[in-house]
Nanobody, 126 residues
Framework: QVHLVESGGGLVQAGGSLRLSCAAS????????MGWFRQATGKEREFVAT????????AYADSVKGRFTISRDNAKDTVYLQMNSLKPEDTAVYYC???????????????????WGQGTQVTVSS
């Protein structure tokens, strides 16, 4: 079992920045690929970014590429999502998730993820 807790959400103006954190506890965090997903009101949960447990492999949704950066600190059992140049369409509940995978593997697919956090709200005003 892996327990995930997100933090760092809030209200920010368009063009601003936020840094989300996801703290993990339980099984060995460093053996899990991690992902960030988001769900806007009335929409399905969508992929945002993912990172392998080695940190070597990364992937982003086209909508956030160049603006968001995913990273992880296995010594602190934490994954981060740095969000810059935020837009109103980035408004959503952001979830982190854990996926057991090989060292360089990751997934963009929601159903591959075994453990999920409770989510943190990000609201971007225009």
């Amino acid at each position: 079992q892996v327990h995930l807790v997100e933090s760092g959400g809030g209200l920010v103006q368009a063009g601003g920045s936020l840094r989300l954190s996801c703290a993990a506890s339980g099984r060995t965090f460093s053996r899990y690929a991690m992902g960030w997903f988001r769900q806007a009101t009335g929409k399905e949960r969508e992929f945002v970014a993912t990172i392998s447990w080695s940190g070597e492999s990364l992937a982003y949704a086209d909508s956030v590429k160049g603006r968001f950066t995913i990273s992880r600190d296995n010594a602190k059992d934490t994954v981060y999502l740095q969000m810059n140049s935020l837009k109103p369409e980035d408004t959503a509940v952001y979830y982190c998730a854990a996926h057991p995978a090989c060292s360089s593997c990751y997934s963009r697919t929601r159903n591959d993820y075994e453990y999920w956090g409770q989510g943190t709200q990000v609201t971007v005003s225009s």
